[in-house]
C-alpha cells in the first residue's frame, strides 16, 4: 500500500514556470521574460507568433540557441505525516537545452505563404530529495519534453495574416522513490497552434496565439521495485497534461528604436484534475485515480527593446507568474508558488546577415507555506536562473 500511494506522486517534475512548462524559448524571449509575442521579427516567430513570419523579409531565416537553466536548492521546514518537525533541502539542478528555429522564404503566387520549423523543450527539467522522508515521496522526478512544430503561415491583407502548425511532442518520465519505486516511461503525442497578427500601424502591432492541450500518455513504460505476489518489473502508464496557453499581446515603437510590449499568458492547467496510474498486473490500484484539482494560471509579461545605433539592441524584462498548484494537492515532487521574474540581453549585428547575443533571466519564486494531508511546513529559497546565447543568421 505504501509503494502504491508514493506512485501516486508522480504529478509533475520541475518548478521552471507555472507548473512545469518553459516559457523561455529563445534567447530573445529570455532577455524579454517572454514578453515577445506581438513584436516577433527573427526566425523565432515560428515558435511564439509563427503569423509574424509573414511580415518579416523575404530571406531564409536561422537561429541556433543554447540554454544553461540552474536550478537552486529549495528548502523545507516542518514535518511530514507522522514524521515531526525537521528541515530538509532538495538537489540543485543545472540543465543545458539547444534550439533551433527555421523560418523559408515566401512562397505562392503572390509571395503570402511562409513555411517555419521549430525544435525546441517547452517543458520538463527534475526535482530530487536525495535523502530523508522527502525520498520516500520523491527521490527523482525527471520530465524530458522535445516539441517538433512545423507551422505555416499566410498573409490575408498587408497588415493581417494567420498561422497554423502541428505539435509533435516526445517526452520521457522518470520516478524514482526510497520505498523502491522505479517507473520510467515514454511516449510521442500531436497537438497543435493557431495564431493571428493584425499590424493597423507600422508602429502598433497586435497578436493572438493559442497552443491546444497535448496530453503526454508515457505509455510502455516499466514500473519495478514490487515484491511478491507481484512482479518485479510490469508494464505501467501514466498521463501528464502539456496545458493549453492562450496569449494576447500588443506592441508599439515609442520612438525609432524604442519597442514596448505587454503580454498576457492564460494557461489551462485544469485539465490536470486528477492523476491516474495504470499497471495492468496489478488490476485496479487503491486510491485511483488521485485528486490534483490544478487551476488555470495567468502570467503577465513587460518586454522592453531599445536600439543602440545601428546595430546593437538591448532588452529588459519583467514578468509575474502564477502558480497553478492548489495547497490540498501541493507535494514535494513540485513545490510551486508564484514567481517574479526579471532580464536581461543584448545582440550585436556583426554584418547584414549574422547576428550574436546572449541573455540572462531571474526566477525567484515567493516562500510558500502550506497545510495538508501530508505536509505541514514551509517551502522557501527556490529560484532558477536561465543564462541564453544565441546566433541569427539570413541568407
Not at 38 to 52: I, K, L, Q
Not at 111 to 131: D, F, H, M, Q, Y
Not at 159 to 185: H, N
Amino acid at each position: 500500500m505504501k509503494k502504491l500511494l508514493l506512485v501516486s506522486a508522480v504529478a509533475a517534475s520541475t518548478l521552471m514556470a507555472s507548473g512545469y512548462k518553459i516559457p523561455e524559448q529563445s534567447l530573445n524571449s529570455t532577455a524579454l521574460a517572454g514578453a515577445y509575442v506581438s513584436n516577433t521579427s527573427a526566425a523565432d516567430a515560428a515558435y511564439y507568433n509563427p503569423a509574424n513570419m509573414a511580415f518579416m523579409s523575404s530571406d531564409k531565416h536561422l537561429e541556433l540557441n543554447a540554454m544553461y537553466i540552474h536550478l537552486n536548492p529549495v528548502d523545507f521546514s516542518g514535518s511530514v505525516g507522522s514524521y515531526g518537525d525537521h528541515t530538509a533541502q532538495s538537489a540543485s539542478e543545472d540543465f543545458i537545452i539547444p534550439q533551433i528555429y527555421l523560418v523559408a522564404k515566401p512562397m505562392g503566387e503572390d509571395e503570402n505563404v511562409r513555411i517555419g520549423l521549430s525544435i525546441n523543450a517547452p517543458a520538463g527539467l527534475s526535482k530530487r530529495w536525495p535523502e530523508g522522508i522527502e525520498a520516500a515521496y520523491a527521490e527523482e522526478f525527471t520530465l524530458k519534453v522535445i516539441e517538433v512544430n512545423p507551422t505555416v503561415s499566410y498573409k490575408i491583407m498587408d497588415d493581417l495574416a494567420i498561422a497554423v502548425g502541428a505539435r509533435f511532442v516526445y517526452s520521457e518520465g522518470i520516478v524514482k522513490t526510497s520505498g523502491g519505486l522505479d517507473l520510467e516511461g515514454s511516449s510521442w503525442d500531436l497537438g497543435y497552434n493557431l495564431a493571428l497578427s493584425y499590424k493597423p500601424y507600422e508602429a502598433w502591432g497586435m497578436a493572438l496565439t493559442y497552443r491546444s492541450n497535448v496530453d503526454l500518455t508515457e505509455e510502455g513504460g516499466q514500473a519495478t521495485g514490487y515484491t511478491a505476489p507481484y512482479p518485479t518489473s510490469t508494464p505501467a502508464s501514466v498521463t501528464l497534461p502539456l496545458p493549453a496557453t492562450l496569449t494576447l499581446a500588443t506592441d508599439v515603437d515609442v520612438t525609432e528604436s524604442t519597442n514596448i510590449e505587454f503580454v498576457y499568458e492564460r494557461a489551462f492547467w485544469s485539465a490536470y484534475d486528477e492523476l491516474n496510474i495504470e499497471i495492468p498486473a496489478m488490476g485496479p490500484l487503491p486510491g485511483q485515480p488521485a485528486a490534483k484539482n490544478w487551476e488555470d494560471s495567468n502570467t503577465v509579461r513587460l518586454g522592453l527593446t531599445q536600439g543602440i545605433g545601428e546595430s546593437v539592441k538591448v532588452m529588459v524584462g519583467l514578468a509575474y507568474d502564477e502558480s497553478p498548484v492548489p495547497d490540498e494537492t501541493l507535494g514535494f515532487e513540485l513545490p510551486d508558488s508564484d514567481a517574479f521574474i526579471g532580464s536581461v540581453g543584448v545582440r550585436w549585428a556583426m554584418s547584414e546577415e549574422l547576428d550574436v547575443g546572449a541573455a540572462l533571466l531571474y526566477d525567484k519564486k515567493k516562500d510558500r507555506s502550506v497545510t495538508n494531508d501530508t505536509i505541514d511546513g514551509k517551502f522557501s529559497g527556490s529560484s532558477a536562473t536561465i543564462l541564453s546565447v544565441g546566433l541569427g543568421y539570413k541568407f
